[in-house]
């Protein structure tokens, strides 16, 4: 009999979440909004020390979408976005007919790169366009380089877009993630470190800025005893379901980054003493990742016949799950041909980076599964 699948992130119930649910269905407030909603935007502007405003929708990918078009992007406009992420970082901005301008990412955090960013940046002016916005990502939890790339965008005066669906509860010099932009990204979907089943949060500085999207989320309704419309709308607000669901796993954040960055530990000595392998982690102490997933850099070491894609299918071999990095998106058939500003760091990370099972239920017996596959592999 074959073991049971390890996957690379799996939702996790608290046992927390019934209660919530059961609450909505006895009130038969089974629709979009709702009292859960309410509860759930609440915890979580309590979770960010309430100095922001959270608008719950039902996707991250909902989230930057409305966003671009808080920030007035239409057709034709130029939109900078870090190239190695995923696709939902950068579809929106072909929602709004914008022109995706990818940049490359750097070694530290595998995040926006400061330098070919300003590179990018001076370029699209000097032809004659300046960029209407920035979308930048921490990838797998680890914060971008913040100070750096903040100074660019405020000395351009380019409104940011923090991409933070995979950084809830990571925090650079204290300050938590999601809170750096003009607009910040949360999601929810099953795999991240909290999950509503399906979801996502837009995190605004200002109460009017969250009624707006809110506005946009519920089909742009005029204030009318009709159905009053002067603006295009969308679908995009959480239902009270999901928003119970996201309640309930509110409790266990902090439990389950515990958990998270334990497992990047024990993949740090997993790893220890192999030449080929470094595990990512936080470049200093100003950096605090939640580790959504642990993940490494593998050298190509052909007498030894190690390199990624043989590691990847000597965990497959026995049922794992792990997974190349996000591959980069001006390297994607959707958006070949849109300009790109790099030196293929993101490139080469593609080429030897790795994704590991670390989802916050992985049990001792499932660990002590990928550590044999790594000590057969190595030796
Ligand atoms: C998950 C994710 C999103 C999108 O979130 P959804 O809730 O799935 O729409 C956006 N950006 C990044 C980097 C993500 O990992």
């Keep these: 009999m074959r073991n049971k699948k390890i996957f690379l992130s799996l939702p996790q119930q608290s046992g927390f979440e019934e209660k919530y649910i059961q609450k909505a269905l006895k009130d038969s407030w089974i629709t979009s909004g709702g009292p859960n909603v309410n509860e759930f935007e609440n915890k979580l502007e309590d979770y960010f020390d309430n100095k922001v405003s959270i608008a719950a929708l039902n996707s991250g990918t909902a989230a930057i979408h409305l966003a671009l078009i808080l920030l007035g992007v239409k057709s034709g406009d130029e939109v900078i976005c ?189 790893f220890e003493g192999i030449d080929e392998v470094t595990v990512f982690e936080e470049p200093r102490d100003d950096y605090f990742s939640n580790y959504w997933l642990s993940t490494v850099l593998i050298e190509t070491n052909s007498d030894k016949k190690i390199d990624r894609e043989s590691l990847r299918l000597a965990f497959e071999h026995e049922n794992i799950e792990s997974r190349p990095l996000w591959k980069p998106m001006h390297l994607q058939p959707l958006f070949f041909g849109y300009p790109y500003y790099g030196e293929k760091i993101a490139e080469s990370l593609f080429e030897k980076g790795l994704c590991l099972p670390s989802g916050s239920n992985l049990t001792i017996r499932d660990m002590n599964r990928i550590e044999k596959v790594i000590k057969t592999f190595f030796n």
């Design 82 to 270: 870090q190239s190695m992420t995923f696709s939902a970082s950068a579809n929106p901005i072909m929602y709004q007919g914008g022109t995706p301008i990818f940049v490359d990412s750097e070694l530290d955090t595998w995040n926006i790169c400061p330098r070919f960013l300003e590179v990018a940046i001076k370029d699209r002016i000097a032809k004659g366009k300046k960029p209407k916005a920035i979308i930048t990502v921490h990838l797998y939890g680890m914060p971008y380089k913040i100070d750096e790339i903040h100074a660019i965008a405020n000395r351009y005066e380019i409104p940011v877009i923090e991409d933070s669906a995979e950084a809830l509860g990571s925090s650079y010099k204290g300050k938590k993630c999601g809170t750096f932009g003009d607009f910040g990204v949360l999601s929810f979907n099953g795999n991240k470190i909290i999950t509503t089943s399906s979801g996502g949060g837009l995190i605004t500085k200002f109460d009017k800025l969250k009624e707006k999207a809110i506005f946009y989320a519920t089909q742009s309704r005029d204030s009318a005893p009709h159905y009053e419309h002067s603006e295009v709308g969308y679908n995009y607000r959480m239902s009270n379901i999901c928003a119970g669901i996201g309640c309930g796993q509110m409790e266990v954040l902090n439990k389950n980054i515990i958990l998270r960055r334990g497992m990047h530990d024990f993949y740090k000595k997993a």
